[in-house]
Each structure stands twice: as structure tokens, then as C-alpha cells.
């Protein structure tokens, strides 16, 4: 049992330790309240088992998709424009690409993305500090092809059979949407709400996918990363006949000062070294 104490401060009361006891709380309640949206869309159902079953083939369908993404679509986009070896750089960010899967945010992995592309890719810092934390911002490729599916799953479960024109709507507001998601987990959640909401789509089965974002949200944001990391690599192509060398006169990175016991020196109070 966890016991919770609030700090008090000259008798008044802790804000920042009142916020953490509802935090603690919300944490805590949290599975019943996801168990509940999930009961709450199965309860009208007559056949559980298919639902689960759909449910399934929407994780394997959007797992294939976000693979071939991965291997497949933006290999040949990086191959295409740079002639680099794609694979080589899927190599080269194993570590920010675990980093993703392991925390579901690619805001998470934006330092070990910078080394990934500085050190092991050859990518000019400049360039790839820029490029990072803007694509972090602005760009989510596995998260567009989560919504899409998602938005699709929901309308055929919903019983709303999408139809050619829905299809396209979806995939123009998932492409737009992705734009704005921020790089926290299960954000995507929201916009899916929101285009079933522009499509006049119940969103009640929208609880179904809570069950799965654990492991879907994870697979997405190792999307990214490689999309994130190709296009600083496909940016340093095009732009490296116009970048002018590095001073390294003025700019002085990741330096390490080491100071030796025997070479230690002292500021008297005249400011002068003893």
C-alpha cells in the first residue's frame, strides 16, 4: 500500500506535493478507467471473439505497414536521392531507433539521433541539429499510417463500410494531422477523434484501441526515427555543395576539460595566480 505525505511549508501546504498525490492518483486509476472505455464499446456486442479477432488483424495490418515503411518505402527514398546505402544507415541508428521503441517518444531519442548522424553518418552538425529537433516537431510518418488505419478499422467496425471517397478524405486528414502530434505517447488518440468526428464516425470504438496503443504507439515512433534520421542524411546531400567549412577556431563542441592535480593554479585575492 502506497502512503502518500504532504510536505508543509511554514504551515502551508506543498503545492507541487499536492500535484503529485493527484498525479500518483491518476496513475493509478488509470487501468480501471481504460478497462472501462474498452467494456463500455464491447458490452453491445453479441460476439466478443470477433471483435478481438478484427481487432487482431488491425495490429498485423498496421505492424506490415509500418515495416514496410520502415524497409521498404524509405530505403528507396533515401536510396533515390542520395545513392547511400539505406541499410547501412538502419545500422547506424539502432541505438536512437531502441530508444524510441523503448520510451514511444522520439522527443526521447533526439540526443543519440544527433550522434547517430554527426558520428556514425557524417552529417554535418549544423545541419543536423537543425533538421532533428524540426522534424521532431513537425514530422510523423508512422503515426499518419496509425491514424489512417485506425480511422478505417473504426468506420468498418462502426459499420460505416468506407467508401472510396472517405478513404482519400482519411488519408488527407491523416497526412495534415500528423503534422501537429506531439511527440509525447498515445497523442495520436486525439486526432483520430477528431477526423471520425469531421466524418460523422461514432467514436465510441475508439476505446478499443487504448488495448493496443502500447504496442503499436512504440512501433510508430521507431517510424519516425528513421524518417527523422534519413532526412538530415537526404538534406546534407543536397546542401553540402553551398555549406562553407567549419571554423574550429570559433566553434568548439563537446570539448572535455581535464585538470591535473599538479597543473592546479590558484587565484590569490588580487587575482593574481599563485
Known amino acids: ?31 480501471i478507467g481504460v478497462l472501462s472505455l474498452i467494456l463500455v464499446a464491447v458490452a453491445g456486442l453479441s460476439d466478443v471473439a470477433v471483435i478481438f479477432s478484427d481487432l487482431g488483424i488491425f495490429i498485423a495490418a498496421v505492424t506490415v505497414a509500418l515495416v514496410i515503411q ?3 518505402v524509405m530505403p ?31 522527443a526521447v531519442a533526439i540526443p543519440e539521433m544527433l550522434y547517430a548522424c554527426e558520428v556514425k553518418l ?9 533538421v532533428i529537433p524540426f522534424s521532431v516537431t513537425v514530422s510523423a510518418n508512422g503515426s499518419a499510417v ?20 472517405i478513404i482519400f478524405t482519411t488519408g488527407i486528414l491523416s ?6 502530434i506531439p511527440s509525447v505517447p498515445s497523442s495520436s488518440i486525439v486526432t483520430i477523434v477528431m477526423i471520425l468526428t469531421s466524418l460523422n464516425i461514432p467514436v465510441e470504438a475508439v476505446a478499443l484501441l487504448l488495448a493496443v496503443e502500447f504496442f503499436l504507439d512504440r512501433l510508430r515512433s521507431t517510424s519516425s526515427v528513421v524518417s527523422h534520421t534519413m532526412c ?41 595566480c599563485t
Open 70 to 72: 520502415q524497409l521498404v
Open 146 to 165: 496509425f491514424i489512417a488505419c485506425s480511422c478505417l478499422f473504426i468506420a468498418n467496425f462502426s459499420g460505416n463500410f468506407p467508401s472510396l471517397d
Open 232 to 272: 538530415a542524411v537526404v538534406t546534407q546531400h543536397m546542401c553540402k555543395s553551398s555549406l562553407t567549412p567549419l571554423d574550429e577556431d570559433i566553434i568548439v563542441d563537446d570539448v572535455e576539460l581535464q585538470v591535473l592535480p599538479e597543473e592546479r593554479k590558484f587565484l590569490s585575492r588580487d587575482n593574481t
Open 76 to 106: 528507396l527514398v533515401l536510396f533515390g536521392l542520395t545513392r547511400r546505402n539505406p541499410y547501412g544507415h538502419m545500422m547506424g541508428i539502432s541505438r536512437p531507433w531502441l530508444i524510441a521503441f523503448a520510451s514511444a517518444s522520439t
Open 1 to 31: 500500500m502506497i502512503e502518500y505525505k504532504i510536505v508543509t511549508n511554514t504551515g502551508n501546504l506543498s503545492a507541487t506535493s499536492v500535484i503529485i498525490i493527484f498525479v500518483f492518483a491518476f496513475h493509478r486509476t488509470t487501468p
Open 122 to 130: 557524417s552529417t554535418d552538425k549544423r545541419i543536423a541539429r537543425f
Open 175 to 180: 497526412t495534415v494531422a500528423s503534422l501537429a
